[in-house]
């Protein structure tokens, strides 16, 4: 079962496009983590929250936006995204940052036209 | 930065053999490592994961081992079956990142009925 739940599980979007990906947890866990994996790669980390506060940005283009609104939810909004983006999106969350277990959703699998 | 170098990249067993992938790290810093695997279109898993202060942990068919002189760690699989086909990452994070995984570039296990 998968404890972290992400939507939509596959996104199609032109470059003109603003749309957002959804991540929910509830496992009472305070650290949240956004990942971008192509394919056969490992994840490449984008963003971390820690207590709903944003702590890593990993020079990431501002055409992505994320937003932790609550500990259990976390976005990321996508606006004037380029073709070399569609990639698998996958959120994660752990207990707080740290040597804590972190736990992946199913992803969302983004393609950009 | 860390660095983790993982290897082999592809692993082609017969089912009921073992299979040992290794991981090395570049950071004395870094205290935590997990293991994840990947099936193909699914999510990363993690599989088992040690911190810096043991030298073996063991779940099942599935163990990990570190070296923290020589900076390496490995994971061992015992009596393979198909269904442990599949991706394997290793990671490792560190307190000087702010606990950021560093992921190995993959492994590719097949095992062969």
């Known amino acids: 079962d998968t404890e972290v739940t992400q939507t939509p599980k596959h996104l199609v979007m032109g470059m003109t496009n603003k749309k957002s990906l959804k991540c929910e947890q509830h496992m009472g866990h305070r650290a949240m983590y956004w990942y971008k994996q192509k394919a056969k790669k490992p994840p490449e980390l984008m963003f971390v929250?820690?207590?709903?506060?944003?702590?890593i940005n990993e020079s990431v283009p501002s055409r992505f936006s994320p937003e932790c609104p609550n500990s259990s939810l976390l976005n990321l909004h996508l606006h004037a995204l380029q073709p070399e983006d569609s990639a698998l999106y996958l959120c994660?969350?752990?207990?707080?940052?740290?040597?804590?277990?972190?736990?992946f959703g199913d992803g969302t699998r983004l393609s950009i036209l | 930065g860390e660095n983790v170098e993982q290897h082999p990249s592809t692993l082609s067993v017969q089912e009921g053999d073992s299979a040992v992938i290794k991981c090395t790290y570049s950071?004395?810093?870094?205290?935590?490592f997990p293991w994840y695997k990947q099936e193909l279109g699914k999510r990363p898993q993690l599989i088992i994961d040690?911190?810096?202060?043991?030298g073996e942990k063991k779940d099942q068919r599935i163990a990990v081992t570190l070296n923290k002189t020589a900076k390496h760690f490995s994971l061992h699989i015992t009596e393979t079956q198909p269904e442990d086909s599949a991706v394997y990452f290793c990671?490792?994070?560190?307190?000087?990142?702010?606990?950021?995984?560093?992921f190995g570039k993959g492994t590719l296990l097949t095992v062969n009925p």
């Open positions: 990671a490792a994070s560190q307190i000087g990142s702010n606990y950021k995984l560093t």
């Open positions: 994660a969350s752990s207990h707080e940052t740290g040597e804590w277990a972190q736990h």
């Open positions: 929250y820690s207590y709903e506060k944003l702590s």
């Open positions: 040690i911190r810096s202060n043991v």
């Open positions: 950071d004395s810093a870094s205290n935590y």
